[in-house]
T-cell receptor
Framework: GAVVSQHPSWVICKSGTSVKIECRSLDFQATTMFWYRQFPKQSLMLMATSNEGSKATYEQGVEKDKFLINHASLTLSTLTVTSAHPEDSSFYIC????????????FGNGTRLTVT | DAKTTQPNSMESNEEEPVHLPCNHS???????IHWYRQLPSQGPEYVIHGLTSNVNNRMASLAIAEDRKSSTLILHRATLRDAAVYYCILRAGGSQGNLIFGKGTKLSVKP
């Protein structure tokens, strides 16, 4: 089946630094990828939609200058958390759409970010 | 997106069938019913999806009510590895493809 690889699986960084998370579709091309965030004991919250070759579309309340998304190729999208603060500590999960918009989403295994 | 309602939690015994219900009374004609599950500390995993007819795959079966206002995910023989949070999600046909997650049902499986 389709595989989405997310890296790193966990990261600890100091407050004020930036962290980049990569999301790769390993065996298919993904025109569209999605980034989610999940706080402990809560459900996934959609942060943004990443389209290859164009600017990402952010959900209401998500700061685009803080969460930079780049989708430079059909197999790679990156999320950079800039000037991270402890409240940004969360589980970040990417997903990729294979096929048309009615197709299932394929998810990465998530990145646990801890900001100290 | 139309909303879904699921029980917060359910328990099952190992090797017994599990029926996970989902209500979606405001579903529209073009909404697909998707089910995903999430194991602890992992990303969600696709389980099954359907539009009107019942669906079967190697993981589960999806039974959709005739009026489409509810559906049931059926795990035919629960294993300990099936313990997860199960999400029932509606996705509009022709949408940009994103999924809006609710709270889901936390399934516990007892040995």
């Amino acid at each position: 089946g389709a595989v989405v690889s997310q890296h790193p699986s966990w990261v600890i960084c100091k407050s004020g630094t930036s962290v980049k998370i990569e999301c790769r579709s390993l065996d298919f091309q993904a025109t569209t990828m999605f980034w989610y965030r999940q706080f402990p004991k809560q459900s996934l919250m959609l942060m943004a939609t990443s389209n290859e070759g164009s600017k990402a579309t952010y959900e209401q309340g998500v700061e685009k200058d803080k969460f930079l998304i780049n989708h430079a190729s059909l197999t790679l999208s990156t999320l950079t958390v800039t000037s991270a603060h402890p409240e940004d500590s969360s589980f970040y999960i990417c997903s990729a759409l294979r096929g048309n918009n009615n197709s299932p989403l394929h998810f990465g295994n998530g990145t646990r970010l801890t900001v100290t | 997106d139309a909303k879904t309602t699921q029980p917060n939690s359910m328990e099952s015994n190992e090797e017994e069938p599990v029926h996970l219900p989902c209500n979606h009374s405001t579903i529209s004609g073009t909404d697909y019913i998707h089910w995903y599950r999430q194991l602890p500390s992992q990303g969600p995993e696709y389980v099954i999806h359907g539009l009107t007819s019942n669906v079967n795959n190697r993981m589960a079966s999806l039974a959709i009510a005739e009026d489409r206002k509810s559906s049931t995910l059926i795990l035919h023989r629960a294993t300990l590895r099936d313990a997860a949070v199960y999400y029932c999600i509606l996705r509009a046909g022709g949408s940009q493809g994103n999924l809006i997650f609710g709270k889901g049902t936390k399934l516990s499986v007892k040995p």
